[in-house]
């Protein structure tokens, strides 16, 4: 009897112990990605490309295509997440703005009331403030009319928070203001940036960050490019499978994803490919990623026509990204590493004020139209920081960039880069979704733009994500040609 009270006792303490842990997706219940994510053709009947106002994500967003387990597993309780990141970002998004230009209220506008109103020219930083115009040569992306919503508060899933929360005051900067190695482990490092290097604090919460999923996430889209006389010409497809290999906080393993990507400093890896258009067709790029900004990062490419794969030398992240105005550096609007010796950067907070921007979306209803304007788009009041990063060496490509971050949830809209002729040369935009029960922003439903000011070419991806776990196969070259 008494072997049976013990035994009961151990069951019940186990039991208690196991509700009052975290609740983390554990790799071991969790379906493969490949039973459910779907294939662009499905998604585009939820969803056209052009002219399509169907607000799909409330239709075909996770909580219809993800498994019901590992969405539960994703959610969290709304109110305690508010709670949580607010009390570690010192503040709600909400209670900070509405200082500038405060007579311009929440309602709908046209360009023309912002031709005639300078208010506007005070809340919208220039390119942003010229793109609100009726659609034409030379680039896509205007907005003739608009809607400016209330601000919301924004913050990341519970895990994340409580990663921030207990690591808070451990990542370490050296003299220079540079990350000290091995002495960040999770969550946001500089929750609230500070002090000299709080430029580089506001960057390395940039670097280090847990869009979409955590970075645990397939993606799949269509990306239209088009000459200055709004001519398309190029139609691609591309898809890509990503993992967050260190500082893991949602899906397991925790910490990192396994002994390997521990004892190699591996920080994050992704495979992507590209089935259309035809000429480049089952063309296949995968990248690993390492935290050591000194470590050079293993790309390679498999080019079909050669039947190889075939390595890429570290600066070749300089190099252009077929069909997409950007650089390899530019991916997801900036993948480059800070670093002290490699293409070193002087930085700088600029500004620190409010912005009009637009407002990550809740349903998907945004649209381009076949003329190029970008239709059902609603702005939001936001407090940003502007950061300028100068380069320090003349071989790299841009002299200097300036991001647009967000105060509340460090996730940039806007990023400009100059050449070394003091010309805007690139710039990217983009939305974000918000679903406000997993905590997170991704890219889902929202417009991403790319262009060229200076060859005056422009691009426009519409993204589609789902949360999901892969194996180390699933991010080989080999494993994911082999699974075509």
Not at 112 to 122: G, H, I
Not at 294 to 309: G, N
Not at 315 to 329: A, K, L, R, V
Request: charged share 25%.
């Amino acid at each position: 009897m008494k072997r049976l009270r013990d035994f009961t006792l151990f069951c019940l303490i186990s039991f208690m112990a196991l509700c009052l842990m975290p609740f983390v997706a554990g790799s071991q219940d969790i379906p493969h990605p490949s039973t459910y994510i779907p294939k662009l053709q499905t998604i585009e009947q939820h969803k056209k490309f052009y002219d399509d106002p169907r607000p799909y994500l409330t239709t075909y967003g996770p909580k219809q295509v993800v498994p019901p387990a590992l969405y539960q597993k994703l959610s969290y309780n709304v109110e305690e997440m508010k709670k949580e990141w607010s009390a570690l970002v010192g503040f709600k998004a909400p209670d900070v703005v509405g200082k500038i230009a405060p007579e311009i209220k929440p309602g709908k506008y046209t360009y023309k009331d912002v031709q005639n109103n300078a208010a506007f020219k005070k809340l919208l930083w220039p390119d942003l403030y010229n793109r609100i115009k009726p659609g034409g040569p030379p680039f896509v992306g205007s907005i003739p009319e608009f809607e400016v919503v209330p601000t919301r508060q924004y913050y990341w899933a519970l895990p994340i928070a409580q990663a921030t929360k207990e690591n808070q005051g451990k990542t370490k900067l050296d003299g220079k203001g540079y990350l000290v190695p091995d002495s960040w482990i999770a969550g946001y490092p500089f929750p609230r940036p500070s002090g000299n290097f709080k430029a580089q604090q506001i960057m390395y919460n940039v670097e280090k960050r847990y869009l979409s999923y955590g970075l645990d996430f397939y993606l799949i889209g269509r990306v239209i490019g088009f000459n200055k006389n709004m001519k398309m010409d190029f139609d691609g497809q591309y898809q890509v499978r990503h993992a967050r290999l260190a500082g893991r906080t949602q899906a397991g393993p925790l910490g990192y994803l396994d002994d390997r990507a521990k004892n190699r400093g591996e920080s994050k890896t992704f495979v992507m490919d590209f089935p259309a258009p035809r000429d480049i067709a089952g063309t296949a790029q995968s990248a690993l990623y390492y935290a050591d900004p000194s470590k050079a990062d293993m790309l390679m490419v498999y080019v079909p026509s050669m039947r190889r794969v075939r390595k890429m030398t570290s600066t070749d992240t300089q190099d252009p990204i077929m069909g997409m105005d950007q650089i390899y550096d530019d991916n997801e609007g900036w993948m480059q590493k800070l670093s002290p010796t490699r293409y070193p950067y002087k930085f700088e907070v600029v500004e620190e004020r409010e912005f009009l921007v637009p407002a990550p979306t809740l349903d998907g209803a945004e649209y381009i139209s076949k003329s190029g304007e970008f239709r059902n788009v609603k702005l939001e009041r936001r407090p940003l920081y502007v950061v300028k990063l100068t380069q320090l060496d003349r071989n790299y490509v841009y002299k200097y960039r300036l991001f647009y971050i967000d105060k509340e949830t460090f996730n940039y809209y806007h990023v400009e880069n100059y050449d070394w002729k003091d010309r805007l040369y690139r710039t990217w935009d983009g939305n974000y979704s918000f679903f406000p029960e997993m905590g997170t922003s991704t890219w889902s439903g929202s417009f991403i733009l790319m262009v060229d000011h200076i060859d005056q070419h422009s691009s426009v991806e519409q993204p589609y994500q789902l949360p999901a776990i892969w194996g180390r196969r699933d991010l080989s070259l080999e494993g994911y040609m082999g699974a075509k």
